[in-house]
């Protein structure tokens, strides 16, 4: 893993427990200030360009305004929902975004995509599609974006698994993983949305509060959690990048 000479913090030498006590009530903007002062390098955002990423997004971008604008990670798994690609093409455009797109080694195209590793391959082995897709590609760019710590747009009400969810964390490899929202709902993602007039996912209005890639996405029913309709009938409740 590689550490950037100019960061603040060593993630390893926090007191996570300290830390999180102290942000536990605070605003996600308190949070990722904290992050932008403590890690003006190797800070890094990954992005769905779901509504709570996005909420990250706008407040890193149009709120705090570091001085070294924060890399945005997008896994283009080469499935994604038109409107998906849409929305990310218009952020990069509003915000400025210093985004990075990072995919799936040899691929540019759903069709060679299949053609390389069979059709369908999400019906035949789920874990391999989601390994060569999101895992690969996220854990090379936070490694070549030479990442300490990464910032992601899960809350605990999202779903039964995330409900323990600290705000701040260490994955696998010893990088510091910052969850701004997890003390957050979904009623108060959509408040700041409405209130600062942010773009988003228009299948936010059609029954898919969170989007994934096409072909395993759907609408839920009322009543669902949120995440119901990301790999309906599968038994997954995670693609695998936040194990």
């Not at 997004?57 to 570091?66: A, H, N, V």
């Given at each position: 893993m590689t550490h950037s000479s100019d960061s603040l913090i060593q993630p390893t030498q926090l007191d996570l427990k300290k830390l999180?006590?102290?942000?536990?009530n605070l605003h996600p903007k308190d949070i990722l200030a904290w992050c932008v002062a403590n890690i003006p390098t190797g800070l890094v955002q990954a992005s769905a360009f779901n509504v709570d990423d996005m909420l990250i997004?706008?407040?890193?971008?149009?709120?705090?305004?570091?001085v070294k604008p924060v890399p945005v990670i997008f896994l283009d798994t080469l499935h994604h929902f038109p409107q998906t690609l849409e929305l990310v093409a218009r952020t990069k455009d509003l915000y400025r975004l210093n985004l990075k797109v990072y995919r799936t080694p040899g691929v540019t195209t759903r069709e060679a995509f299949a053609a390389k590793h069979g059709k369908a391959l999400w019906d035949k082995?789920?874990?391999k599609f989601h390994d060569i897709t999101k895992i690969e590609p996220l854990q090379r760019g936070l490694k070549e974006l030479g990442a300490i710590a990464w910032i992601t747009g899960r809350r605990r009400d999202q779903a039964n698994t995330r409900s323990d969810m600290p705000i701040f964390e260490l994955d696998r490899e010893q990088r510091l993983k910052v969850n701004p929202l997890a003390n957050w709902t979904r009623k108060e993602t959509w408040a700041y949305v409405?209130?600062?007039d942010m773009i988003y996912n228009?299948?936010?209005?059609?029954?898919?509060p969170?989007?994934?890639?096409?072909?395993?996405?759907?609408p839920i029913r009322e009543g669902e959690d949120e995440r119901a309709g990301r790999w309906r009938g599968t038994g997954k409740t995670e693609c695998g990048i936040h194990f």
């Open positions: 999180n006590q102290k942000f536990e997004t706008d407040l890193l971008y149009r709120e705090l305004k570091p082995d789920i874990t409405f209130e600062h228009p299948l936010h209005d059609q029954g898919y969170s989007i994934g890639d096409e072909p395993l996405t759907t």
